[in-house]
């Protein structure tokens, strides 16, 4: 059972990257699923957010990433993808999904990190 978060990688600024969680061992679908971050010496702020729900799915997006990222999921390939256009040198970071199987618990699941680096 676990999660594997790829997809990072070094790009210019307004570079674009997608970012994937893959699930293994249960059903990505029963989970709402988080995108965090952290940079060096800064404390670990969320991304992003897709529900659980496959009706009226419910999206969060951090201010500074709305309009740049989209978050989706592909059940079918048990993934969750970020893609991140217009990229920005302080959008460097680790970034892990983690995934929460119902509102209020904590996220259960956690990926084990992917770098993002974005620099001229």
């Known amino acids: 059972v676990q999660l594997q978060a790829s997809g990072g990688g070094s790009v210019q600024p307004g570079g674009s990257l997608r970012l994937s969680c893959v699930a293994s061992?249960?059903?990505?679908?029963?989970?709402?699923v988080a995108w965090f971050r952290q940079a060096p010496g800064k404390e670990r702020e969320a991304v992003s957010c897709?529900?659980?729900?496959?009706?009226?799915?419910?999206?969060y997006y951090a201010e500074s990433v709305k309009g740049r990222f989209t978050l989706s999921r592909d059940n079918a390939k048990n993934s969750v993808y970020l893609q991140m256009n217009d990229l920005r040198p302080e959008d460097t970071a680790v970034y892990y999904c983690?995934?929460?199987?119902?509102?209020?618990?904590?996220?259960?699941?956690w990926g084990q990190g992917t770098q993002v680096t974005v620099s001229s």
């Open positions: 983690a995934a929460q199987r119902l509102p209020g618990d904590q996220y259960g699941y």
């Open positions: 897709i529900d659980s729900s496959d009706e009226n799915t419910d999206y």
């Open positions: 061992g249960f059903n990505l679908g029963d989970y709402a």
